[in-house]
């Protein structure tokens, strides 16, 4: 794919995280609904939503277990992101129809040769994402995997990196991959938190590789 790539911050908590990322030039913000150190209760949830503004993508990020009406979210335009091991029924049912984003964990410790396609085409109205898996963690790990084993998807049809990006290293996985979008959540935050400056380093690295000039 080419063109412009679009980013998601991840593990927004608070008004405050929304505002600056937006303030960065974030495209999506998402909000993680399942166990994590970055997990929003539905009670707090309204408010992190309302706070992100018209043209920026609300997104609710589920492991599986959550106190969130996902169907409802959905129903309310909010982009469910699957992280967990929810089947191919249970998002589509919840989606109802809708697009959302199913993520596909990549083992960073090993070369893992392929994806197989078989699961991915299970997801037929998912926009595909791929992060890295450490441990059996879900997402969140700070290690990137091998870009190359899904830069030919890529060229097939719009993906999502995710794992391990940086504003150090996300310009060279556009530029290996050219990916619709990249996600990040560690990447951006410094001792835990959400730093403005990280933030605005990542969004000019991946506006830099975007160019056809560099």
């Not at 920026?56 to 009406?69: H, K």
């Not at 993520?103 to 791929?130: G, Q, S, T």
Request: aromatic share 6%; glycine share 10%; charged share 20%.
């Amino acid at each position: 794919m080419s063109g412009r790539t679009r980013i998601k911050f991840c593990g927004m908590t608070s008004p405050a995280d929304v505002a600056l990322a937006v303030e960065a030039g974030a495209d999506a913000i998402g909000a993680i609904v399942s166990p994590s150190p970055r997990r929003v209760s539905a009670a707090r949830l309204p408010e992190i939503l309302a706070a992100v503004p018209p043209y920026v993508t609300a997104v609710a990020v589920s492991t599986g277990e959550t106190d969130v009406d996902l169907g409802a979210l959905a129903a309310g335009g909010v982009l469910l992101q699957f992280s967990g091991h929810e089947t191919a029924a249970a998002c589509e049912g919840l989606a109802a129809g809708r697009r959302y984003v199913k993520a596909f964990h990549v083992r960073a410790e090993d070369a893992r040769p392929a994806i197989e396609r078989e699961a991915l085409d299970a997801y037929p109205n998912a926009l595909w994402m791929f992060d890295s898996s450490v441990a059996g963690s879900f997402g969140g790990t700070g290690h990137a995997f091998d870009w190359n084993l899904v830069a030919a998807l890529a060229r097939e049809r719009p993906i999502v990196i995710s794992g391990g990006l940086t504003p150090s290293n996300v310009g060279a996985c556009i530029r290996a991959v050219r990916p619709y979008a990249v996600d990040v959540r560690s990447g951006i935050e410094t001792d835990g938190r959400k730093d403005a400056d990280k933030m605005r380093d990542f969004v000019r690295a991946v506006r830099e590789a975007d160019s056809p000039n560099v």
